[in-house]
């Protein structure tokens, strides 16, 4: 990224969430980027959802972000409990609880009937499972609804020699996940070099 363009498009850059922003990037934590936070802002503002599904809050900065460019109620599930237990405190802390529900549990295993239809569904948690994400969690996402994807570019990484053997196995796994949701029927899909690479699928109506 030029540093011209970086100095432009300050509008993500609320108080709260600078400071998430800042406490993410001092504790590893790896939240969404600027540019792909601007992105989804936008596809708020155009779809106005309702409800939203999150796979992946790691400490909120994600989660508050949606909730406060976006009308929605969102669920977000984390399995690390520290981590869900920071996000919750940083919900509370945004006066957000009440557009805010936090499931502590892995996606995989939980009961997905709890869950109602849903507008959106962002999936952004373990890269390498995103094809069970998709498979299991499709289903609640209504006609016209999207699901958002993130990190499909991996750091840019696909252009790169790479020496560590499970980062190789996870390019594959991620690489596998690109080509199924292009690929897969009832979605119309694009994947975007924005942020970290981040796919946007929209649910098709009826049969087509
Ligand atoms: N959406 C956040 C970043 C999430 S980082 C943001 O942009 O602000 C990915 C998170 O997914 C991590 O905290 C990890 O613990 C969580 N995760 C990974 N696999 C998961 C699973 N199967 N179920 C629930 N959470 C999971
Ligand atoms: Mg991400």
Redesign the pocket.
């Known amino acids: 990224m030029t540093k011209y363009f970086s100095s432009l498009n300050q509008d993500i850059n609320l108080p709260v969430l600078k400071e998430l922003r800042k406490k ?1 990037v001092e504790d590893d ?4 980027q600027e540019d792909g936070l601007r992105f989804i802002r936008q596809l708020l503002t155009i779809k106005k959802p309702k409800r939203i599904l ?10 508050i972000a949606m909730a406060l460019f976006s009308d929605a109620f969102i669920t977000t ?4 409990e520290m ?1 869900a237990n920071e996000a919750k405190m940083n919900i509370e802390e945004a006066g957000l609880s009440d557009r805010i529900q936090l499931i502590k ?4 295993e939980i009961d997905i009937t709890q869950f109602k239809a849903v507008d959106i569904l ?1 999936i ?3 890269k390498a ?1 995103n094809i069970k ?1 998709f498979e299991q969690y499709q289903s609640l996402v209504k006609e016209g609804g999207l699901i958002i994807t ?1 990190n499909l570019l991996f750091h840019g990484l696909f252009d790169e020699e790479v020496d560590s053997r499970n980062v190789r196995q996870l390019l594959r796994k991620i690489n596998d996940f690109n080509e199924y949701i292009l690929d897969r029927k009832g979605y119309d899909t694009v994947i975007y070099e924005i942020g970290d690479g981040m796919s946007v699928s929209i649910k098709k109506g009826g049969n087509r």
């Not at 599930?77 to 690390?80: A, G, H, L, N, T």
């Open positions: 993410a934590v790896p939240i969404i999150e796979i992946g809050t790691a400490i909120g900065y994600s989660t599930v984390e399995r690390d981590r549990g892995d996606a995989l962002f952004d948690a373990a499972q994400f993130d």
